[in-house]
């Protein structure tokens, strides 16, 4: 695929330019047939006229359609349209969620008896595979302060096979030296691999930062409207074999309908993002002067573990960030949660739709700790009218003072 990218290689490429290939990309006329969007390409079996023919498709499945799970001409365009956004990149592998994407990249380059470094603030879910299934095939994980930065050398070992990179990290939020921890983990032969999903690859250029391995889960921003799972792992040249043959041998693939979710979700991405980046810092802001805040974990914010790096690496803020209260716990979050009109209560974010979960960051930190006075939360801030969205807010504290106190 690394070829058909427009943008592969490039560099220091303008957000506009990304705006235009987010419309454009993917819809080659040999996979669209001049028809706006990519047809569905529902398929398992192939059918041949000749052996010769067969033999010809199986020389290159990613530009012959050979057999279902190998890939149609609807995969193929959203395979290139994330490619494109990721400047150096030489492909990308789809999965059927952004969690077999973070284990498919893993097992892509760690073999028994390797080490893999992972962020105390890794998603919860990517931590627990670690120490399960990792475990089981005699891979031994072992957790570091997010924080660490290029310090993070020190943990090599000679058989450190992996650098897992979560910037910002899940619930907390704190940024990572990404250019500095990949720099030292190239020059050691680790593999990097990033977590891109909060920033995506219009925000934050994982490939051109020095990663190896930039994942997404697209169920969160690619797909956007909260209506499909996917996930998507974009290699760079020295990791795209083995990237691709593992997931074909685990037997990863996606469906049409998602593929085409994926793709009309993207042609919206940059329009949506830039939405969820306005109406997030003006809440972001309004909760932090609230009396009943301690603090809001929003990477555009100097409150934020890390901010600096923000300013300086990243060219935009997603809509998801947690708040920290000064009072109450998660056995108080009903009194706020339950009666709001505008954010949902549900796992997921990147939808359209506002949302907010309570969340307990304490118990899932192995090797730092991680302290709050009170309640936290995270939210993610959807496309909704902004007063709506804080007057819901405002409702639900009054709701919580009057049953929790602390302001
Ligand atoms: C940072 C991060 N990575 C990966 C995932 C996993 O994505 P999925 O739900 O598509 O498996 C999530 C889901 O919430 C996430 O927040």
């Known amino acids: 695929m690394g070829g058909a990218s427009r943008y592969a290689g490039g560099d220091g490429r303008r957000l506009s330019e990304a705006d235009t290939w987010l419309v454009e990309a ?7 047939h001049g028809i706006v969007n990519p047809p569905l390409y529902r398929a398992s079996t192939v059918l041949y006229e000749t052996i010769a023919a067969m033999d010809a498709a199986n020389r290159d499945v990613d530009a012959n359609l050979y057999y279902g799970r190998k890939g149609t001409p ?33 097992l892509s380059c760690a073999k028994a008896g390797d080490h893999v470094l992972l ?40 058989n450190t096979a992996a650098l897992l990179l979560e910037s910002p990290g899940s619930l907390t939020f ?70 691709q043959k593992t997931v074909w041998q685990l037997g990863l693939c996606v469906g049409a309908d998602d593929a085409a979710l994926g793709l009309r979700g ?3 991405m940059g329009v949506r993002l830039a939405r969820h980046q306005e109406s997030g810092l003006k809440v972001a802001r309004w909760l932090a002067a ?30 998801l960030f947690g708040v920290v209260l000064k009072a109450g716990s998660r056995a108080d979050a009903a009194h706020l949660c339950d009666g709001m009109r505008h954010f949902g209560l549900g796992f997921s974010w990147g939808g359209y739709e506002s949302l907010m979960i309570p969340c307990s960051p304490e118990r899932l930190r192995r090797v730092t700790r991680w302290q709050a006075p009170g309640l936290c939360l995270r939210l993610h801030v959807g496309l909704e009218d902004v007063g709506d969205l804080i007057a819901d807010l405002e409702a639900g504290l009054a709701r919580f003072a009057a049953a929790v106190g602390g302001s």
């Open 290 to 319: 609230h009396p009943l805040v301690d603090r809001v974990l929003h990477p555009a914010l100097e409150s934020c573990p890390g901010h600096a790096l923000w300013r300086r690496d990243f060219s935009g803020a997603s809509g």
């Open 266 to 268: 993207l042609r919206t």
């Open 74 to 106: 609807t995969t193929w365009a959203l395979r290139e349209a994330l490619t494109g956004l990721e400047p150096g990149a030489e492909g990308t592998m789809l999965m059927p969620s952004g969690v077999s994407a973070i284990t498919a990249a893993i």
């Open 174 to 243: 704190e940024v990572q030296d990404v250019p500095a921890m990949a720099a030292v983990a190239r020059e050691a032969g680790v593999v990097t691999i990033l977590d891109n999903t909060w920033a995506t690859s219009l925000y934050f250029q994982g490939i051109r930062h020095g990663c190896d391995l930039v994942m997404q889960a697209c169920t969160k921003y690619v797909v956007g409207h909260s209506d499909s799972m996917l996930g998507s792992v974009t290699a760079n040249a020295a990791r795209w074999r083995d990237l």
């Open 26 to 32: 993917g819809r080659r006329r040999a996979w669209t």
């Open 119 to 158: 962020p105390d603030s890794a998603y919860d879910p990517t931590s627990a595979f670690a120490d399960g299934l990792m475990r089981r095939f005699g891979i031994e994980p072992q957790w570091y302060d997010p924080l660490i930065g290029a310090g993070v050398a020190g943990l090599f070992r000679a």
